[in-house]
């Protein structure tokens, strides 16, 4: 048999199956695999490869014996950022690549969560505000960090750009897994320094958004990017990660 035709074969039944499940309904049981060879009129060693395929992709779940039955999923976050995580490790990513795919987004997130309706945008920021006043004078690097993802994903989900949104938790996901000590001692002078710096960039994203100032949103958020990437980074020499 031709490779070539034999690819193009399962692709085109991939394709078809890809389309099969994300027309049901979530966790929907598509059939069986003889139902599956009727309906994609394709032969069963063909119906398996794609099934680990998609089972892959995190559109399918295969279960076996008597009762089995083929049913359609959807991938979630985790797992993606799980598969791109992995292969990342391999190409040897640079911090200063981070930062600035980092940057470019939440400076467009920012953008685009200033731009929305004013009835969807201030329960957003009156929600973070209230969470930025509870935050201690002497807040451990820790909970800046937990009330700093907080605030990213509630602005994101403001943006409504969920492809975005991906990247940049994909983004954030693989950082987090490089840096999990604080990069200086909690309750010292380099620490509140930062604490006071981040808490008023902070503000001024909000009152960016409040406002509906995409330009001064651009701002602050390139303001915030720096703060951590200075704090994170501090000048140092680029690595790879893999090093």
Known sequence: MDVAAGRSTIDAAAAQMRAIVLAAEPDALLGSEDALLARLGVSRSTVRQIAR?????GLLRVKRGINGGYYGTRPTIATVQTAVSAYLETLGMETEDLATVASVLWVEVMRRAALRPREHALPVVETLRRKLERLKPAAAFAEITRLEQECQRAVLELAQSPYIALIFQINVAFAARHFTSPPAPDGGGEHRTFLQAWRQAKKMELSAI????????????????N????????????TKFNQ
């Open 53 to 57: 395929l998609l089972e892959r992709e």
């Open 210 to 225: 409040e406002d509906g100032d995409a330009e001064l949103a651009a701002l602050a958020a390139r303001h915030m990017r």
């Open 227 to 238: 703060l951590w990437h200075q704090q994170l980074w501090n000048g140092a020499t680029p």
